[in-house]
């Protein structure tokens, strides 16, 4: 396990954020459109319905009355269209969640990993460094989290203050590095030899 390895793995999990964010606007601007289009057709209907009542004679009236039929079957048509493309994209959705969490699992078990390796070939000159770095690393993986735990809850998959989406912990903590201690431990001698100029 190496550091680029690690920041490729954080590169994906960003990237996959970015995917699910464009995925639940995408779902939004879908639900707009076709609550501008059944708007727009209850108009017509309405329209259809007032000149049906102003009609002065029978024909007129049938050819108005075939019209609002005419929409209202058009409306019915477009609600069930609208459900159908949501549906769609939220299926997409789930997808790409789904997807991200078992990126999510990697990048984790990656973490671990790398941060044992880490562990053991800390050095006073380079212990400062790979905390920073896996401290930072740490910090991606859980922003990663926890925006698309908002867009879940946003999206109306989860509510808040829900625990588990299909067998994931969504109130997991923070990753936390074990050079922390080293750090600690070693923290008087760092700033004894970098005030001497040494690191």
């Known amino acids: 396990m190496t550091k680029s390895e690690m920041l490729e793995k954080v590169k994906e999990l960003v990237t996959a954020v970015e995917g699910i ?18 708007e727009q057709l209850q108009t017509k209907i309405a329209d259809a319905k007032e000149e049906m009542m102003k009609a002065t004679d029978l024909e007129t009236a049938k050819k108005a009355k075939e019209i609002v039929d005419s929409l209202e079957h058009e409306l019915e048509l477009q609600k069930a269209v609208n459900i159908g493309a949501t549906k769609a994209e939220e299926e997409e959705l789930e997808q790409l969640i789904e997807d991200f969490f078992k990126n999510h699992a990697e990048a984790q078990n990656m973490y671990k990993s790398l941060d044992v390796e880490l562990l053991l070939s800390a050095t006073i000159k380079t212990v400062e460094a790979d905390y ?48 922390y ?19």
């Open 132 to 179: 920073e770095f896996m401290n930072g690393v740490a910090n991606q993986i859980y922003d990663a989290f926890q925006d698309v735990l908002r867009v879940m809850i946003r999206q109306g998959i989860v509510q808040q203050g829900d625990n588990f989406y299909k067998g994931i912990h969504l109130g997991q903590r923070g990753l936390s590095t074990r050079l």
């Open 21 to 38: 964010e464009k995925q639940a606007e995408e779902i939004v601007t879908a639900q707009r459109a076709g609550a501008k289009a059944e």
């Open 181 to 199: 201690s080293v750090m600690s431990a070693l923290q008087p001698e760092i700033s004894d030899l970098k005030r001497v100029g040494l690191l």
